[in-house]
């Protein structure tokens, strides 16, 4: 293909190679302040739809929007020092506004959880206040040493998710919706990501939780990426914010919390889960382009008949775009795969004579030519089609790149190339030490069929370790 | 009305009874940081409503969104020293970060212009790249000594759009197109809120600017409050960033820029528009609850027939939820009052024997019987009616409220309840300042006919003047 040599190739270069996704792809560019990012318009496309369907996955399962403020009062980070300890060195600070210097400096949030925290307390009386189950999308800041776009910056967009409610199995059930029918569903059904799903060691988990489940993908270089987590924090976070409920006895309850959330970095995900040596590569329900209509030649005929497509596949529900833009054929078409757009109708004299158009999919590069008034018809078949190969060629290279192994030295030689599955009695306490020395972490646990265990189930585990982002 | 004892009334105290609302409604809250605000499920739900019906008729316009960083270096602000004159004493800044001392301070965006600005200089190539056409959904933050729940706080949610032209003509149009296309028609159309479109006259424009549209509207207060406002540039702000084209002919131009943008603000606007003692006010086609079903008693049958209700309004189409809450009918009645959703359907035992229910107006207190069988369909009429209904309130309002005047004097006299509008030429110089001097200001320039003149205009043209928030 021409567009190989617009690009790094992965063997070649991952790490460039990605640079040069997001770059020629027009996702982002770096911001004038070291570590922030500035999302274009097609980046931007893609984080609005991702935010889209999971947005309607949080509804759907009962939670409600709300906004809290980005400035924090520097004193509330330190009302739970647990929480606190994982993030100071990342903190911004703000000193001086209004013109003057300020009594109390204000932190620039790192996460909204300490403020959440104290307005939970405050909304909550009774049990039948809760569940209270809310969510936030905002920009959150930790100050990053070695950014890298999408997956480390020091400014980033997500959402975070806090519940609060009565009994600890309310929440476990909870969260466990939340894993289930908002990400997981999200990431295999739209993102086309499989992933595995566990528990994290407790080495692993997030300040003052009592349990973090995660989502770990596969990336192309053979590293994992955490796409999305979800904690269940018992009452620890409830004992630091005194958020109390009254039962229905009349007695002062603690509440239960959960928090989970997924970010920006989602589409570093899906760069390094689909992309290719020609680009980017965005699977159909998630694209905000699903079919680029490129004329051949620029000529009134052409053009005529490219917008007639364009109009028909609109109708038909598909979300389309007509290149009249400049340069080469040649060159356009390098452009539309290097973003990924799933499929491609060439419009051009020849075809229109025969009252036909040929589509290109951007997986495989199979051609095929379809009349003009069976496009409309056609088209969505072939997107699923293509959705539905994308997830199981993620699939398989997940399958592929997951290595079961009888040893932590066998682990670490194997997570050069993917995931190592071992038992986890293997490698708790020494092992894990001896991985991470190598750069290597343990992921998530598992039941030995693929399954979640619970925070403190004990005895048949496994657990899946890689190198990581 | 029950209601009434809940809030202050407007009469008796106007700021109290918008503060109550604020709060009984459950919109907002003051953050823990002084001007900061934490925007409640209902009142976000009402943001998301304004900001999903801007956005459409923002991308309608053919503008992209992206996103800009929050942090900006210290230095960008001295670019363009007029537009930094107004914002130094309200800028935000951060000066430790990742554990140390910045060696240049960063500053919270009080808008993102400078940095796209930046940026379009960057993208901008040749006359093929325009028109940019750009919008950005964000926080921003601008330090408020005196806030305000949604009118003023030191952190707001907005959109800014920025957009690039190789002429000043097409700057121009497209300028007005985001005025009556965007927000006039959302405003019209969606908050029911009627303003007077008009010109600011040369004190009053936004720095830079060599044009600033804007829409009044007309508070239940007798203040103005702007709504949206449109810039227009020139070439002032490409000179500043240095964003030029190649024109066909092969010459290197500057750009004409214009900036336009809307804010959480608008919830204000909202309040204090349609408001009324007995609470919020929310148009149907805002509202994300159009239809509160409340249950009479809660007995079985009668729980079970609101559901039934429910659900055959949101099969037609209708945002609606069910009160299963707590406390007395009355209590319930009233606080989905101050919530302002516009029509309440009372599903009780008595009714339900003649296999009807009791539909009740928010705005009139208007009571309809309808049959269950017949509610899906006459329902959405009755959101329309109301609809209908608020503009035609309110733009009676807007005229009672608007008094023709002759004289300065008569105009600040005028002033103390809504608008005066009177010849331009009677004011302009000596009159604005003499107006200032008792808080009254020059609101917008109309022709006599009401429409929009250009920035150039002179002759008969009529300025509209009132108090303001």
């Given at each position: 293909m021409a567009s190989k040599s617009v690009l790094t190739s992965q063997s070649e270069d991952f790490p460039r190679w990605y640079q040069d996704v997001v770059a020629k792809a027009e996702l982002a560019d770096n911001g004038p302040v070291r570590g922030t990012m500035v999302i274009r318009p097609y980046g931007y496309a893609i984080w609005e739809r991702i935010q889209g369907e999971i947005d309607t996955r949080i509804k759907a399962a009962g939670a409600k929007n709300a906004y809290f403020p980005l400035f924090i009062p520097e004193s509330y980070l330190s009302k739970e020092a647990e929480h606190v300890a994982g993030f100071s060195p990342e903190l911004a600070v703000v000193t001086h506004a209004g013109g003057e210097k300020l009594a109390e400096p204000v932190v620039v949030?790192?996460?909204s959880e300490t403020v959440i925290g104290e307005f939970m307390a405050k909304w909550?009386?009774?049990?039948?206040?809760?569940?209270l189950l809310l969510n936030q999308w905002a920009n959150v800041v930790r100050w990053e040493l070695r950014p890298r776009l999408?997956?480390?910056?020091?400014e980033f967009l997500w959402q975070e998710g806090h519940t609060a409610h009565a009994t600890s199995d309310d929440a476990s059930a909870y969260a466990i919706r939340i894993q289930n029918d908002v990400y997981n569903d999200f990431l295999v059904n739209v993102l086309a990501a499989p992933t595995y799903q566990g528990i994290k060691p407790p080495s692993e988990r997030?300040?003052?939780?009592?349990n973090s489940m995660t989502c770990e993908g596969m990336m192309r270089d053979g590293k994992a990426l955490q796409m999305a987590t979800t904690h269940e924090l018992g009452q620890n976070f409830a004992k630091a914010f005194d958020i109390h409920y009254q039962s229905e006895a009349g007695q002062a309850e603690l509440c239960y919390t959960t928090s989970w959330g997924a970010s920006t970095r989602l589409v570093g995900g899906l760069i390094m889960t689909h992309g290719d040596d020609a680009g980017l590569l965005v699977p159909p329900r998630l694209a905000p382009v699903q079919v680029i209509v490129v004329t051949v030649r620029d000529e009134p005929d052409v053009i005529e008949a490219a917008d007639q497509v364009a109009k028909s596949l609109l109708d038909a529900g598909v979300r389309v775009e007509v290149?009249?833009?400049?340069?080469?054929f040649g060159r356009r078409v390098t452009d539309w795969e290097i973003k990924g757009v799933p499929l491609r109708v060439e419009v051009g004299p020849r075809d229109l004579a025969q009252g036909v158009v040929t589509v290109v999919r951007r997986d495989t590069g199979a051609k095929s030519t379809h009349g003009l008034g069976e496009l409309a018809g056609g088209v969505p078949t072939l997107l699923e089609t293509v959705q539905h190969d994308l997830l199981a060629r993620a699939q398989s290279y997940l399958v592929e790149h997951t290595h079961d192994v009888t040893s932590v030295a066998g682990a670490i030689d194997a997570a050069k190339d993917g995931f190592a599955r071992l038992a986890w009695d293997l490698v708790a306490g020494e092992g894990e030490r001896e991985m991470n020395d190598q750069?290597?972490?343990?992921r998530c646990l598992q039941r030995r069929d693929g399954s979640m265990p619970t925070s403190d189930e004990e005895g048949d585990l496994v657990c899946l370790v890689a190198k990581s982002y």
């Open positions: 949030r790192p996460t909550i009386q009774s049990y039948r206040d809760l569940p999408f997956l480390r910056s020091s997030f300040a003052g939780a009592i290149d009249r833009g400049r340069g080469t750069a290597v972490s343990v």
